[in-house]
Structure formats: C-alpha cells, structure tokens
C-alpha cells in the first residue's frame, strides 16, 4: 500500500443552541431514559423550587438583555463544573449561537446550583443535563483536525478520514459530543509504504428499519406540527396508557394490535383523521390568529365545522372499523353475553361476574334451620 496524498483541513463543531422544551425531551428520553411525562413533571418542580426556569418554550434564542454572565456566576461554587465556570469567566464567555424566537418564554436555563442530595437522582440528572448545556451554549466551539489519506493497494485507489483533536470546547460539558480517540488516524506522508496485513470480503444485507424512539416521535411531532412544546408529552404518555403502544428496551415504542387495527380503521373509513396535515393545518390557523392575520371566530367555526362533517361520516361508517377489530379481536356477539350499552356514553358496559361461593348445605337446629357448612357463603 503506497500513500499517495495526505490532506489536513481544521473544521468546528458549533456549540448547541439554547435548550428548548422539545430538545430537553428528546434529551431525557435518549440519552436519560426517561419518559417524556416524567421529564416534564420533573422539569416542572425543578422550576416550582426555584432551581431552573420556565420549562416549557418553544424559543431557543436568548433574550438581548439576558444576563449570562451572572447566570454563569451562579455555577462558580457547584463542584461538578466549578472548574469549567472558573476558567470561562477568566477567558471570557462566547456569544451564543442565534436561535429562533418563538416570543414565548427565554430558553431553559439553570436560576440557581444545587447538588443531587437536594434534587434527588431523576431531579438532578435532568438538572445537570440543563446546567451542562447551558454552559456549552457560552462555550467555545469544539475544534479538531480532519485528515484525508489517499492510497493505492496494486490498482485500485481508496481514502479513508480521521479527525484529531484541537480544542474540546463546549464539548468538556458535553464529553458525548466529543471527538473519539479511535477516529484519529497514524502520522503519515506522501510516498511512505504500508504493509497490507488482511483483506477480507464481508456479505451482509440490509434489515427493516427498527421501531421508533421516543426521542425519533418527538423530532417528526415537531417537525409536522404535530402537538406544542407542552401537549407532546402528554399524547405520548396518552398512547401508552391506552394501549396503543408499548415501551420496549432502549424506549422504543411498539405498536400494539390495538393500536394498528386503529390507524387501519382510521385508513379506511378517512385517512386525514390519521395523517399529520389537519392538526398541523389547525396550528397553522391558530399562529395565524396568533399574528393577527386570521379571525377567531372564523376559524373556530370553520374547525368546528370540519370536524362535525367528520365525525357523522365516522360515525355512518363505524361498521368498517368493527369489521377490522373483529379479524384481530372476538366480537362482542361471539362471547354469548347479551351486554347492553350505557345510556349516557352508549358504550358497551362490561359484564362482572360476582365472586362465586359454594352452595350451602343446610341442617336442623334446636329452633331453626342453619347451614352446616356456614364458612362458604355468607348467611343471608
């Protein structure tokens, strides 16, 4: 193997932008293993007790007359980062990336340093998370140095890229944003000659893509309008508890029979009730509204029209959906119970059996019947 050209580039890895309800979710739930509902539960006491602000935004741009500098002061004495704040503040901070303004409420950001004794393990670890990015929002860039090696093996020319570490950077708060020791590649120049140790040919194929994470879910929510900063959590959390999904290993969501047979229904009877393009249309409207450039009650009466189209036409075709659950599930009418339906939901009601007792055997007493066997059954 001869070495035929070798170029070095300097590169960046910018800074994250500040913390938003969304990425602190899907944050949480990747890279914390947390749920969604239990992360906003948690960021919401964090926030009640005074250690961090309002946690749910949609902005991830600073305010101009935000204080990051004393904000930062706050972390001096925390002994986790003390030394990362110290060193900060001497060389002086950065200027955060430009993000979006929502004109909501100022990114997440920690108010006040506390310790995991106070916070408990779940309270601190989201804690330190948004303490940790926050930091890195004011850091500088991570930078490093990108190497290419161009060489030939007999005829045939490959390439092959490192990186090598420059400058940490933000990613000393966040080491898992870090540059890999492994990607580094050996020291090497234009001409010199390696001897090829192992050539191998490896088959493989492609496998079906894996369920969606939580943390995927919440990134296409946003991206289709799907849900705010705040009702994310709670559809997630609602899908679950419905038993349309489950929670599998590494927070993987796994559709349940329910739950296909549902969409199907959905699918078959109007597909836009599945599809992500009403609600997104209805957040639309509402920013619309929001911005002065729509009408309310023009479009509350246009939604609510819709909807009630909709939902007659669902209704009217209802034995669709009961064709698909009777292929997956048993029909009502196959459990030989004649169940009647609630007069005020029209669900149907469900049949419970009383507990069952064995039947009382009775004997002659001095002046009245008694049952010999009285522990079985209650006497009336």
């Given at each position: 193997m001869q070495v035929e050209s070798v170029s070095k580039k300097e590169k960046a890895k910018q800074r994250p932008q500040a913390l938003n309800t969304v990425e602190m979710l899907r944050v949480a739930s990747s890279a914390l293993g947390m749920g969604p509902q239990h992360a906003m539960q948690i960021a919401e006491r964090l926030y009640t007790q005074g250690y961090i602000s309002y946690p749910r935004t949609e902005t991830t741009h600073y305010p101009e007359n935000f204080d990051l500098k004393a904000t930062l002061k706050q972390q001096i004495n925390n002994p986790v980062w003390a030394e990362e704040v110290k060193a900060l503040l001497s060389t002086g901070i950065n200027r955060p990336r430009k993000g979006?303004?929502?004109?909501?409420?100022?990114?997440?950001?920690?108010?006040?340093?506390?310790?995991?004794?106070?916070l408990g393990s779940d309270g601190w670890r989201l804690y330190e998370y948004i303490t940790r990015h926050f930091i890195a929002t004011v850091s500088q860039d991570c930078k490093y140095l990108q190497t290419t090696i161009d060489f030939k093996i007999g005829m045939e020319s490959f390439s092959c890229n490192g990186k090598t570490l420059i400058s940490a950077g933000y990613t000393t708060m966040m080491p898992w944003q870090g540059i890999p020791l492994e990607e580094a590649l050996p020291a090497c120049e234009r001409g010199d000659t390696f001897t090829v140790d192992e050539i191998k040919l490896v088959e493989r194929q492609t496998s079906p893509p894996d369920y969606l994470t939580e943390a995927d879910l919440i990134t296409l929510m946003e991206k289709h309008g799907i849900g705010t900063d705040a009702s994310i959590p709670v559809h997630i959390n609602n899908i679950c508890q419905r038993n349309y999904v489950t929670v599998e290993n590494g927070r993987r969501l796994k559709p349940t029979n329910l739950g296909i047979v549902l969409v199907h229904g959905y699918y078959k009877i109007d597909a836009e009730l599945v599809l992500p393009t009403i609600r997104s249309a209805v957040e639309k409207?509402?920013?619309l509204i929001a911005q002065g450039k729509a009408n309310y009650q023009q479009v509350l009466q246009h939604g609510l029209e819709i909807f009630k189209r909709k939902f007659h036409y669902f209704v009217d075709s209802i034995t669709s959906m009961d064709e698909l659950m009777e292929?997956?599930?048993?029909?009502?009418?196959?459990?030989?119970?004649?169940?009647?339906?609630?007069?005020?939901?029209?669900?149907?009601?469900?049949?419970?059996?009383?507990?069952?007792?064995?039947?009382?055997?009775?004997?002659?007493?001095?002046?009245?019947?008694?049952?010999s066997n009285p522990n079985v059954h209650p006497v009336p």
């Amino acid at each position: 193997m001869q070495v035929e050209s070798v170029s070095k580039k300097e590169k960046a890895k910018q800074r994250p932008q500040a913390l938003n309800t969304v990425e602190m979710l899907r944050v949480a739930s990747s890279a914390l293993g947390m749920g969604p509902q239990h992360a906003m539960q948690i960021a919401e006491r964090l926030y009640t007790q005074g250690y961090i602000s309002y946690p749910r935004t949609e902005t991830t741009h600073y305010p101009e007359n935000f204080d990051l500098k004393a904000t930062l002061k706050q972390q001096i004495n925390n002994p986790v980062w003390a030394e990362e704040v110290k060193a900060l503040l001497s060389t002086g901070i950065n200027r955060p990336r430009k993000g979006s303004d929502a004109g909501d409420h100022p990114p997440i950001t920690p108010i006040r340093s506390a310790s995991e004794g106070e916070l408990g393990s779940d309270g601190w670890r989201l804690y330190e998370y948004i303490t940790r990015h926050f930091i890195a929002t004011v850091s500088q860039d991570c930078k490093y140095l990108q190497t290419t090696i161009d060489f030939k093996i007999g005829m045939e020319s490959f390439s092959c890229n490192g990186k090598t570490l420059i400058s940490a950077g933000y990613t000393t708060m966040m080491p898992w944003q870090g540059i890999p020791l492994e990607e580094a590649l050996p020291a090497c120049e234009r001409g010199d000659t390696f001897t090829v140790d192992e050539i191998k040919l490896v088959e493989r194929q492609t496998s079906p893509p894996d369920y969606l994470t939580e943390a995927d879910l919440i990134t296409l929510m946003e991206k289709h309008g799907i849900g705010t900063d705040a009702s994310i959590p709670v559809h997630i959390n609602n899908i679950c508890q419905r038993n349309y999904v489950t929670v599998e290993n590494g927070r993987r969501l796994k559709p349940t029979n329910l739950g296909i047979v549902l969409v199907h229904g959905y699918y078959k009877i109007d597909a836009e009730l599945v599809l992500p393009t009403i609600r997104s249309a209805v957040e639309k409207q509402l920013n619309l509204i929001a911005q002065g450039k729509a009408n309310y009650q023009q479009v509350l009466q246009h939604g609510l029209e819709i909807f009630k189209r909709k939902f007659h036409y669902f209704v009217d075709s209802i034995t669709s959906m009961d064709e698909l659950m009777e292929v997956s599930f048993s029909p009502i009418a196959a459990t030989g119970k004649p169940l009647s339906r609630c007069g005020k939901c029209h669900r149907f009601m469900k049949y419970i059996q009383e507990k069952s007792y064995p039947k009382p055997t009775w004997t002659y007493g001095k002046d009245f019947m008694v049952p010999s066997n009285p522990n079985v059954h209650p006497v009336p």
